[in-house]
Each structure stands twice: as structure tokens, then as C-alpha cells.
């Protein structure tokens, strides 16, 4: 087990086997408390513990990750005296999500994005290309909205998506968005394998620790870093290159007109069911 304190995630450590697992499933796994945070320092700890192979990342309840809460809005500063201190400010607000997946980029282990349910805005775009093997629920299915909200693939997505399934199809879903299918997504070339929705997370383990029964986790981690070497710079400039152009994106004010008005539209829905 884990010998650190975590708030919105849990760590379990058995079997040469790392589990990160996101621990909000009444806000569907979105990111806010602390989940963030924990998750960089829970990849701190695996990096470095001596016993683990596999670091794998899924979610408790029945959504992987819904990404930002577009309702959580109003609590954001909007009077700034000029560009540049708006500028600083969207800056240091997507510092944390940066430091995030720079973690998974730079993260020694094999790092094994589990979907145990539906992914949503960045839980169906930042984890996908940054992670060395994917798995999904039969059920499970991502969706971005990127331009519908006026903003861009973020945590340099559109780098590690073009890399997995070709720039065309990285196009295709990053510029336009929509949703895709766990089947989709494994004939694209992005999923590595298929697990039934049920007892998913159960199975994953045991398929991992199958995999580690003849072979060596040295050598697995060594294959990584081999084939990553060549990548990690372009994935930093990627990640840097996107956290720029999204704190822009802010400065110029489309994406907060827009994540309003679809902050108002889900509240008014809301409203008329109760």
C-alpha cells in the first residue's frame, strides 16, 4: 500500500503494479479539491518506488475522468487591468495541469491509461497519447469539445495524438470534436485492448501481472525509456507550446463567453428538471 495521505485519489501498490485511481465519482472523476495535486504526487512516489513496474491511472464509478467543470466559472477573476497581467494569470492558472501530464511525460515506469468508464473534454484528450498503454472499458467512450468552447487541444494533445494515429485523424478529432466508441478508438490504433465494463479493474490487474510473470519489469522500463527518448523533447515543447496558446486563448475571451453561455445552458437544464 501506499505510505502517503491522498484526498481525491487512491494508491494501491501490490503485485509490481502501481494503481492510480481517481476518487470523485460524484463529480464524475472531475478535476478540482485536490485531485490534481495528489495525482502528480502519487506519480512522484511510484516513480521511485523500488517494487513497481506498471503505474496505471483509471477512476472509481462509472466515468474515468470528466476534465474541467465548465459550471465552476464564476469564480474566476475577470477584471484585469491590461493584457499582459490577464496574461500571467491564465499562466498560473494552467500551471498545475502542466506540471501534470509533464509528470506522466517524464515518468520512468510503464505508464497504462485505463478507462473504466466515459472520458470527457481533458479526461478524453491529455491522458490518451501521453501514456504507453491503453486500455478501455467495452462501454467507455471519449469527447472533446475543444473548438466548441473556443478552446485548443490542450497539454500538447495535438502532438501526442497526431503521433498515435496520424495527423489526418488527430485532425479530424481535436478540430471538430465528437464522440467515439471504446471499438472505435481500438480500430483507430489508439486502444491497446478491450476488457468487459464489469470487473474491469480486476481484470486489468490480473492481465498486468500475467504480463510480469516471465518477463522482466527492468527490461519493460528499459524498452520505454529507449523508445521515449527520441519523443520527450518534442512532448515538453508540445506541453509548453499549448499551455501558451490556451492562456491566449483566455486573453483574447472567447473561451470564457463561451464556457459561460454552456455554464448557463446546463444550470437552466438543471433548473427544469427539479
Known amino acids: 500500500m501506499s505510505t502517503q495521505k491522498y484526498t481525491d485519489i487512491t494508491v494501491d501498490i501490490k503485485d509490481g503494479i502501481g494503481t492510480i485511481k481517481f476518487n470523485r465519482p460524484k463529480a464524475l472523476n472531475s478535476f478540482g479539491g485536490n485531485m490534481v495535486a495528489?495525482?502528480?504526487?502519487?506519480?512522484?512516489?511510484?516513480?521511485?518506488?523500488?517494487?513497481?513496474?506498471?503505474?496505471?491511472?483509471?477512476?472509481?464509478?462509472?466515468?474515468?475522468c470528466a476534465g474541467a467543470d465548465v459550471t465552476n466559472v464564476?469564480?474566476?477573476?475577470?477584471?484585469?487591468?491590461?493584457?499582459?497581467?490577464?496574461?500571467?494569470?491564465?499562466?498560473?492558472?494552467?500551471?498545475?495541469?502542466?506540471?501534470?501530464?509533464?509528470?506522466?511525460?517524464e515518468h520512468k515506469?510503464?505508464?497504462?491509461?485505463?478507462?473504466?468508464?466515459?472520458?470527457?473534454?481533458?479526461?478524453g484528450s491529455w491522458f490518451q497519447g501521453s501514456s504507453d498503454i491503453f486500455y478501455m472499458a467495452e462501454d467507455a467512450w471519449l469527447q472533446v469539445t475543444f473548438s466548441q468552447l473556443g478552446l485548443i487541444p490542450e497539454a500538447g494533445s495535438a502532438i501526442n495524438w497526431a503521433n498515435s494515429?496520424?495527423?489526418?485523424?488527430?485532425?479530424?478529432?481535436?478540430?471538430?470534436?465528437?464522440?467515439?466508441?471504446?471499438?472505435?478508438?481500438?480500430?483507430?490504433?489508439?486502444?491497446?485492448?478491450?476488457?468487459?465494463?464489469?470487473?474491469?479493474?480486476?481484470?486489468?490487474?490480473?492481465?498486468?501481472?500475467?504480463?510480469?510473470?516471465e518477463r522482466s519489469g527492468k527490461s519493460m522500463m528499459e524498452m520505454k525509456r529507449l523508445q521515449n527518448?527520441?519523443?520527450?523533447?518534442?512532448?515538453?515543447?508540445?506541453?509548453?507550446?499549448?499551455?501558451?496558446?490556451?492562456?491566449?486563448?483566455?486573453?483574447?475571451?472567447?473561451?470564457?463567453?463561451?464556457?459561460?453561455?454552456k455554464s448557463d445552458e446546463l444550470l437552466a437544464k438543471r433548473k427544469s428538471k427539479m
Open 229 to 261: 527518448k527520441p519523443l520527450r523533447d518534442q512532448r515538453i515543447l508540445a506541453l509548453f507550446d499549448a499551455m501558451q496558446a490556451l492562456a491566449e486563448r483566455f486573453v483574447d475571451g472567447e473561451p470564457s463567453q463561451r464556457m459561460k453561455a
Open 165 to 213: 494515429i496520424g495527423v489526418h485523424r488527430a485532425n479530424d478529432w481535436l478540430m471538430f470534436g465528437g464522440k467515439a466508441t471504446a471499438k472505435e478508438l481500438k480500430d483507430m490504433g489508439l486502444v491497446n485492448k478491450l476488457f468487459p465494463t464489469q470487473g474491469f479493474h480486476d481484470q486489468v490487474h490480473a492481465h498486468l501481472k500475467e504480463m510480469l510473470r
Open 74 to 105: 464564476s469564480g474566476r477573476k475577470t477584471e484585469f487591468k491590461n493584457d499582459g497581467e490577464k496574461k500571467l494569470y491564465w499562466t498560473a492558472e494552467f500551471a498545475p495541469g502542466t506540471e501534470f501530464i509533464r509528470s506522466m511525460i
Open 38 to 64: 495528489d495525482t502528480v504526487a502519487a506519480l512522484r512516489e511510484l516513480d521511485d518506488h523500488p517494487d513497481t513496474t506498471f503505474t496505471v491511472i483509471t477512476g472509481e464509478g462509472r466515468f474515468f
Open 109 to 123: 515506469k510503464v505508464l497504462v491509461l485505463a478507462m473504466n468508464g466515459p472520458g470527457v473534454g481533458a479526461g
